[in-house]
């Protein structure tokens, strides 16, 4: 029976069922040779390895099933998923925007403060990042005709 990933609603995967790689070795199908092979060509580290393309992989002499087989095991690894661009636009539609109070403002930094993201707001002593940082927490509880999101940030 396979297992369930925590995003299949089976929880997470406790510490018994989970592998922990450090090197590209210690990756399924990744010897000795296989990891030499690999380094040659400037993939040392498993993180590398899970950016990489089957094509890539193949210069090194791997074979492409098995180099499937080797990025698949290291996307697995440090846990990286990939999602499509359609899949990405549906995700930046639940992004809101807080506004600062400010037109300009909001202008400048593409139409106001976004949800689910980090915006710094940087300066010296007395230049107002507290106070606007303030205004935007008043400002998130506004109804959204006015630029806020009803307190639901």
């Known amino acids: 029976m396979p297992r369930r990933s925590s995003r299949e609603g089976g ?3 406790t510490a018994a069922e989970k592998k922990v790689y450090l090197r590209i070795e210690d990756l399924p199908s990744v010897g000795a040779a296989t990891a030499q092979k690999l380094r040659e060509i400037g993939f040392s580290t498993i993180e590398s390895l899970a950016t990489a393309t089957v094509a890539e992989l193949a ?16 996307r697995e690894a440090i846990e990286v998923s990939w999602v499509t661009a359609k899949q990405l636009a549906d995700l930046k539609k639940g992004v809101g925007r807080i506004t600062t ?3 300009a403002l909001d202008n400048l930094i593409g139409g106001g403060v ?3 993201s980090i915006t710094e707001f940087f300066g010296e002593f007395g230049s107002g990042k ?3 940082c303030h205004q935007l ?3 998130v509880q506004l109804p959204p005709e006015r630029g806020g999101l009803n307190g639901a940030a």
Do not use: M, P, Y
């Open 101 to 103: 109070g400010s037109k």
């Open 137 to 139: 927490a008043v400002n």
């Open 130 to 132: 507290s106070q606007l």
């Open 59 to 74: 210069a090194a002499g791997i074979g492409e099933k098995r180099a499937a087989d080797i990025i698949a095991a290291a």
């Open 11 to 13: 929880g997470s995967k």
């Open 114 to 116: 976004e949800t689910q």
